[in-house]
Structure formats: C-alpha cells, structure tokens
C-alpha cells in the first residue's frame, strides 16, 4: 500500500501508559483520526516495541477467551474440538502451506477486508468493501451450510459473488459520481459505530470454523471473544501506526498460536492439529516417543512455556502501570 493509501495520523508522542492509550482510544476512535503526525512516532523501533506489546495483550486474551471456551464446554459437555473443523484443514496442508496461508496471505486479505478502510478514503473504502462483503457473505453461507440449513456447497461462492457485485455496484456509483458520498456521510459522521461494527463482524465470521454449534449458541460470545479482541486492537494499530503495522500484528498472532501447536502434531506424529484441551493424546504420545522426538517436544514446550510467562508479565506490566498512573492522577486532584 502506497503513503497515499495510508494517509494515516499517527497520535502525538506521550508519556501515559498503554493501557490508558488503549481506553482514550475505545470511548472515542474518531478523535485519533485527527491527530496530528509526530517524529518520535515515526520511529520503526519504538512502532515495533509498541505493537509487539499489543500483540502480546492480544494473546494473553487469546489464552483467557480458550480457557473460559474450555471450562464452560466441559461443564455443558461439548468436545469443542470435535465441532472444530478449521484446524483439520489447516494440518492437511502441511506445514508450508499453513504458515503461507493462515499466517500471510490470510490475514493480508482480511486486514485489506476489515481494517484498510479505518483510515477512511474514497480509495480505501473501494478496495475494503468488495473483500468485506465477500468474507460477510461467504460466512452466512458456510454457517447455514455447517448447521444443515443448506445443503448445496458448491452453488454458495457464486451467489456470494453475485450478491457482492449487487451490492457493491450502487455503492461504487454514489461514492465516485457523488462526491464520496458513502465515506463523507455515512463512513466519516458515523465513525465510532463503523470502527465496533467492522471489528465485531470480523469475530463473527470465525463462528464458520465451527460445524454444528448452533445448540450451543451461547457460547457464541467465547468462542470469539479472541478473535474480536484482536480485530479491536489490530483497528486501533490500524488507526495508529498505519495498516502494515496492523498486518504484521496479524501476521504474528496466528504464527505464534498456530505453529508451535503444528510443531507439537507433527513431533509426536499424530496425524492431526493439536487443540487446546487434547492433552491425552499429547501423553499417549509421548509414551511411545523416541528420545529425538521427546527432545524436540521438550525444547518446543520450552518455548511455549516461555512465551505464556512473557505475555503474561508484560500484561501485568502495563496493568501495574495503568494502575500506578490512575492512583497519581487521583492523589494530584
């Protein structure tokens, strides 16, 4: 994407912690539009500090939203993984396809969907909305078709296609013959609510990966809670550093989730995706392990356990700093 494409407004250095930048930013997203660009925010080194700390907030709730999923589908008796199918389909690719895949050009495309048009020009908005609709679409189909309400898988990429030129077509027209018209009175006026509306539609779609859930409807909100947290954040990058920042936070959020779990399946070769709550088939495995594989599981484990402490120290880290920050704030009033 060109500079001209960006035209992103980079906030004004301050000393205040992440987590009050964070805050500032959710009660009023359309004020960061108008900030002004500063130097020291255009350093690469302190944009890339930031962003990794927001990655790393990104999972830790990430972690939080899968704990609670599995808690809570254990107390009503769901086998989550059972219903997953997404992760199957990722391991029967391989482990290069995957990482190009699902850590590339996957979200490349759905940063290009949901997050390129955050900074609103007539030219952002006609590149997003396509691929917006698109993903919107596709998902109503593929959900109605996982939860038997359809049966005919085939027929449902051309009608989304179809809908998508439907719809995209006047839209086009208004905004090229009349002046910007979508993203000046409707985009622009209506700011706050497109910012939650883009980003929570991008945790909906994820309801896809799952196949016969809707009897479990309920816990919707927790299977993904990660991933809209991530689609709010990844906006608030978008907004703020400009939209490759907020593909390389996209970008290293599914690396570092999904290949150590690859890794695991592949050492232990148990010829499918490891999950979250399949620990039995991990011991199992590692019962009949040679030492090379029990080595690598170790040294991969290792680093699990390592990036867990991390994440979790550096989410205490700004808490504490918030906190710290707010508890001056009162003692100067």
Request: hydrophobic fraction near 55%.
């Amino acid at each position: 994407m060109s500079n001209d494409l960006e035209n992103t407004n980079l906030s004004s250095a301050r000393q205040e912690p992440l987590f009050l930048d964070l805050f500032t930013f959710f009660k009023n997203p359309i004020s960061w539009l108008k900030r002004t660009v500063n130097q020291e925010e255009q350093n690469s080194k302190k944009i890339f500090i930031k962003v990794l700390d927001y990655l790393w907030i990104s999972l830790f709730l990430s972690i939080v939203f899968q704990i609670f999923t599995f808690l809570l589908s254990s107390l009503v008796g769901l086998k989550i993984e059972e219903y997953n199918s997404i992760f199957q389909e990722i391991y029967s690719w391989g482990l290069f396809k995957a990482i190009l895949l699902a850590t590339i050009i996957g979200p490349f495309i759905e940063e290009v969907a949901f997050r390129l048009w955050l900074v609103v020009t007539s030219k952002n908005f006609l590149i997003s909305l396509p691929f917006f609709l698109y993903y919107f679409i596709t998902f109503i189909f593929t959900f109605l078709i996982n939860n038997k309400f359809l049966e005919n898988k085939e027929i449902y990429e051309n009608y989304s296609l179809l809908l998508v030129l439907i719809i995209s077509a006047p839209l086009f027209f208004l905004e090229l013959k009349k002046d910007q018209f979508v993203t000046k009175n409707f985009i622009k006026k209506r700011f706050n609510f497109f910012f939650y509306f883009v980003n929570i539609i991008f945790g909906i779609i994820h309801l896809a990966n799952f196949q016969n859930i809707l009897g479990y409807w309920y816990l919707f909100p927790f299977l993904i809670g990660s991933q809209t947290a991530l689609g709010i954040l990844s906006g608030y990058i978008r907004v703020y550093f400009g939209f490759w920042w907020c593909f390389f936070s996209h970008f290293a959020y599914n690396f570092l989730l999904l290949v150590p779990l690859y890794l695991i399946s592949l050492i232990l070769d148990l010829g499918y995706f490891i999950k979250f709550n399949d620990l039995k088939s991990v011991f199992d495995s590692l019962i009949k392990a040679n030492f090379g594989q029990l080595f690598l599981f170790i040294l991969v484990s290792i680093l699990i356990i390592g990036l867990l402490f991390y994440i979790s120290w550096v989410f205490n880290y700004h808490l504490q700093q918030y906190l710290k920050y707010k508890k001056q704030k009162e003692i100067i009033k």
